[in-house]
């Protein structure tokens, strides 16, 4: 998993409440588990004006001009500005590879489903609880200053907007140090992996009759 520790993103605006993940990544789309290759489906049923299946050029798609993510200003965002309750609906942990694979380290909202929040520490996203009313001003300066860019601290547990304002936001200890040590449940392990193949050894020495035919 890739560390996250500060980013300097331009910021989209996904305006809409209730963003379940059947939006974000919708149900045909669910074969793979590699993780990759899902960014081009991101808001798949929203994004295009055809309906779309695996494996088919994306590129030939009609594009839905209306759709934030298609908007000129906003290519290239890191950043994705959500609503309530972002990431509801089913526990696909598919819609977050999606985001992350269409460029989004952080999604920055009121309130999240708890699956899908957990699903973005575990995959290098950085999901941040805002209060509503700040939401909503930035909703504004985002929508009314065109190239719109916030510096997310992960270390400080700060965002700092253009003008130079400077708020906190809350992040569990442990998910913090997973974060900025690019570290997933895998890679949490695998720091213990000498203490553990010296179990193993042990077992083997201490137990031989459970291991018998196994090479």
């Not at 819609?95 to 520490?121: H, S, T």
């Amino acid at each position: 998993m890739e560390k996250f520790t500060t980013l300097d993103g331009l910021v989209m605006p996904l305006d809409r409440p209730n963003v379940d993940t059947d939006a974000i990544i919708p149900k045909q789309y669910l074969k793979s588990v590699k993780r990759s290759g899902f960014g081009p489906n991101a808001f798949d049923d929203w994004r295009y004006l055809d309906p779309g299946e695996p494996g088919e050029d994306h590129s030939k798609r009609r594009l839905n001009p209306d759709f934030v993510m298609n908007q000129p200003r906003y290519q290239g965002a890191q950043i994705l500005l959500g609503r309530e309750n972002f990431g509801c609906g089913s526990s696909r942990e598919h819609a977050v590879w999606a985001l992350e694979d269409a460029g989004f380290r952080v999604v920055i909202a009121p309130g999240f489903a708890d699956i899908f929040f957990n699903n973005c520490f575990k995959n290098g996203v950085l999901p941040i609880v805002l209060d509503a009313e700040v939401m909503d001003r930035l909703f504004t300066d985002v929508e009314t200053n065109e190239g719109y860019r916030l510096k997310v601290d992960l270390e400080t547990q700060t965002i700092t907007t253009p003008e130079g304002e400077v708020m906190g936001f809350e992040v569990d200890e442990f998910r913090k140090y997973c974060l900025l040590n690019g570290l997933d449940d895998i890679g949490l392990t695998l720091q213990y992996a000498d203490e553990i193949r010296a179990y193993e050894q042990r077992r083997r020495a201490e137990t031989p009759w459970l291991f018998s035919g196994i090479s």
